[in-house]
Structure formats: structure tokens, C-alpha cells
């Protein structure tokens, strides 16, 4: 993995609301490949989350989850091992800008099992003044951003991304 120093190199000009813009738009670019998921704002999310009322679902690869996670989330594995575990809850699934997570919600539709998915991902969340946690729950300005394509973490964030080989595995 690479660690980026400073501000996100997506463009390093772009104040906070343009990167919002950007990320938004890319997801919105995505949905096409799973339009009938339900979506969840970061806003929405981060209300359900102090209701204790929502489970977190990351999609993303480990190396990326020891970055940073959203509060109290579980992997992919952890949530499919037991779904029943969490009914009555919201479960939002997510990931950078929620591509993958949008595909793991359509999946689990198909199978009965009702998934949002985080409008933005971990960048949405983090732009809208979302906090991220590293793997020992301790709070981080850490963000993992995959690629240079995505790399729109907010002013003040480290972004850490995948070199291009470890985005092709």
C-alpha cells in the first residue's frame, strides 16, 4: 500500500464541497449496475447509528478495513455467516464509493435479505463529517481510498491506497 501525505491527489485544488461533488457523481455513475438497491444517505446513516439501530457491512478488502472502518461495522464474512443475527436492524452495506457494496446489496436482495447501501461509501461518510476507526476502534484521520481514481479523502485525512498490482488482486 501507498500512503499519501496531505491532501487527496484526485485534485489537490478541490476544496471539500467540489470533492463531494465528485464522489457523489461517480456513484451515481455506478448505480446503473444495481438500480434497484435501496440507497442510504451518510447523513441517514450517521442518525440511525445513535438509535443504535443500523450494522455497518464492509465489502472492502481486509488490508483496506485495517485503515479505517465506519463505527462498530463487520465484515462481509461476519454478516453471511449469521444475517438472522441482525434482523430488525438497518444493515448498510458499503465500501470506497459503494460499487462493490452496491453489487453485495443486489446479491443479498436476490436472496431475501434486504441490504442499503451507503450513497457515497466511506468517502461520502467521511466528507459529510462522518469519523472512521482503525482495527483497534480507536478513531483515525486514516482513510483507504483504493486507487487514484478515488482518491478524494477530505482536507485533513492521510489517504492510503492499493499500487496498481494489488488493485488487480
Excluded at 464522489?23 to 444495481?34: E, I, R
Excluded at 457494496?101 to 447501501?117: D, H, L, P, T, Y
Aim: net charge neutral; glycine share 8%.
Amino acid at each position: 500500500m501507498v500512503l499519501i501525505a496531505g491532501s487527496a491527489t484526485g485534485d489537490n485544488s478541490l476544496s471539500d464541497a467540489q470533492k463531494k461533488e465528485v464522489v457523489y457523481a461517480m456513484y451515481a455513475g455506478y448505480k446503473k449496475d444495481f438500480p434497484a438497491v435501496t440507497d442510504i444517505s451518510p447523513q441517514q446513516a450517521m442518525t440511525l447509528l445513535k438509535t443504535d439501530e443500523v450494522v455497518f457491512v464492509d465489502t472492502r478488502k481486509p488490508a483496506e478495513m485495517k485503515v479505517s472502518m465506519l463505527p462498530h461495522a463487520i465484515t462481509q464474512n461476519e454478516f453471511l455467516s449469521h444475517p438472522e443475527k441482525y434482523t430488525g436492524k438497518t444493515v448498510v452495506g458499503y465500501c470506497t464509493v459503494s460499487y462493490r457494496s452496491g453489487v453485495f446489496a443486489r446479491e443479498m436482495a436476490e436472496k431475501g435479505i434486504s441490504v442499503r447501501n451507503l450513497e457515497g461509501g466511506i468517502l461520502a461518510w467521511t466528507l459529510e463529517g462522518g469519523k472512521v476507526y482503525d482495527e483497534n476502534g480507536k478513531e483515525t484521520n486514516r482513510i483507504h481510498v483504493y486507487g487514484k481514481k478515488w482518491n478524494y479523502a477530505p482536507a485533513g485525512y492521510k489517504p492510503v491506497m492499493f499500487s496498481l498490482w494489488e488493485q488487480m488482486f
